[in-house]
């Protein structure tokens, strides 16, 4: 079965940091574009980083340059997003996409998983 799974999310304080992982299932990650998103309650889904399967180019959104960094692992078929310096704002629900290139479609998802930043 073909899936994405992610992992890792949680409830952390502002400034502090969570890494995400997004595994896959029935599919290498090594030759898809891997996208990061998510959604904060009431408004639409923003990307927040991709992975470029052709090279090692990463795109990442400007509200998390600097705070936020992806990687692969593809010995343990998983993607990680690794998110410093949290800030309220940063508080959604966090999806993992694989593509054949970064960009607006994706051909598989995962379920999603919660990052709550707060006091």
């Known amino acids: 079965q073909v899936q994405l799974v992610e992992s890792g999310g949680g409830l952390v304080q502002p400034g502090g940091s969570l890494r995400l992982s997004c595994v896959a299932h029935?599919?290498?990650?090594?030759?898809?574009?891997i996208g990061w998103f998510r959604q904060a309650p009431g408004k639409e889904r923003e990307g927040v980083a991709c992975a470029s399967s052709f090279d090692t180019s990463t795109y990442y959104s400007d509200f998390v340059k600097g705070r936020f960094t992806m990687s692969r692992d593809n010995a343990k078929n998983t993607v990680y997003l690794q998110m410093n310096s949290l800030k309220p704002e940063d508080t959604a629900v966090y999806y993992c996409?694989?593509?054949?290139?970064?960009?607006?479609?994706?051909?598989?998802w995962g379920q999603g998983t919660q990052v709550t930043v707060s006091l």
């Open positions: 029935g599919f290498s990650l090594e030759h898809y574009a």
């Open positions: 996409g694989a593509a054949e290139a970064c960009g607006p479609e994706y051909d598989y």
